[in-house]
């Protein structure tokens, strides 16, 4: 495994990620996030901790980046990344968004547009960490 292409790949997908994070979460999904001010903090409350919410981030993608590297068949990056980001975000459509719904005081439009964000969130992570992520060279075989 190629722990420095690795590395390399967790760093690219943390910025990547936090950039979708921003556009879909902080701008397109804000009005309906406010709805649920019980729920959900405003952005007044999550910018003071940006720096915290990166840093679990890197850890995510760094976990994220190991589990792709162990799997890694040797096929294009681009597809094996998006099969790999469509599989974790469909694990994660039914376990935190269908869970959150069931657990938290939301309606199904937020519950569903999450379970749909999620998904294209790590459809992209994954497609950008195949992008990355190269398997180390192998060395010659001895005679």
Request: proline share 3%.
């Amino acid at each position: 495994m190629n722990y420095s292409r690795l590395a390399l790949a967790a760093i690219v997908a943390t910025i990547v990620d936090m950039i979708y994070g921003y556009v879909v979460y902080g701008v397109v999904l804000a009005g309906e996030f406010s709805r649920y001010p019980g729920v959900f903090r405003g952005m007044e409350a999550v910018t003071p901790n940006l720096l915290l919410m990166a840093a679990g981030d890197l850890v995510a993608m760094c976990s994220l980046a190991y589990i792709y590297g162990k799997g890694y068949e040797g096929g294009s990056g681009f597809q094996e990344g998006m099969r790999f980001g469509g599989l974790v975000g469909v694990f994660g459509a039914g376990y935190v968004a269908v869970g959150n719904y069931v657990v938290m005081n939301i309606g199904r439009r937020i519950a569903v547009a999450m379970a749909v964000a999620g998904l294209v969130e790590f459809a992209v992570v994954g497609m950008t960490i195949g992008l990355m992520y190269k398997p180390a060279a192998k060395a010659p075989a001895r005679s």
